[in-house]
């Protein structure tokens, strides 16, 4: 499989972000996966290392907005770190049937692991104008309605939709841009 050409555009300004589990497995039906996720944010948030504007968490696959200095070394490091704890987490509680997913689609180059959680890349999209972070946004918010998962996206307590809403939310997001 050849490696995505997506590249951060410019360091500090925001980027529409897609990380996606190898085979669109669904490792994201666990709270405690999803948990990860969340963590990790917000542990980047609390270290100045992120600002995350916008968030979406689906059963095998994330959509977010955010910005940092070093936006590409902060996402390899989420994805680093989110995926040692979920491998971690899956192997702790023998979750075979996902375990043997990840190691069957993992890419044969990473031969110094038994298993690969997110596929390469992250497709980031630079965000340009204050129109395009909102229809981004909008997307990301209705992503699980148009799956019919909820009819309204408040509903769906992993997206950042209750943050925008002034609804308690599982992790901060910056909404005053």
């Known amino acids: 499989m050849a490696r995505s050409h997506y590249r951060i555009g410019e360091n500090g300004y925001p980027h529409f972000l897609t990380c996606t589990v190898v085979g669109w497995l669904p490792v994201f039906t666990r709270p405690e996966t999803v948990q990860i996720v969340l963590d ?6 609390d270290h100045n290392r992120l ?3 916008g968030y979406v968490v689906l059963e095998n696959h994330i959509h977010f907005i955010a910005s940092a200095e070093s936006l590409a070394k902060e996402v390899g490091d989420f994805k680093s770190v989110t995926a040692r704890r979920i491998i971690d987490y899956l192997s702790e509680r023998r979750v075979k049937t996902l375990l043997d ?3 069957h689609h993992k890419v044969p180059h990473k031969s110094d692991r038994p ?6 890349g992250s497709h980031p999209k630079l965000i340009e104008t204050e129109s395009m ?6 997307y990301i918010h209705n992503n699980p309605v148009k799956r019919g998962y909820v009819s309204d996206p408040t509903h769906w307590r992993y997206s950042s939709a209750r943050n925008y809403a002034g609804i308690d939310a599982l992790v901060d997001v910056t909404t005053d841009w």
């Open 40 to 45: 990790s944010w917000q542990f980047l948030q």
């Open 101 to 103: 997913g990840l190691e």
């Open 51 to 53: 600002a995350l504007l």
């Open 115 to 120: 298993f690969q959680l997110w596929q390469e």
């Open 133 to 138: 972070l909102r229809q981004k946004l909008e």
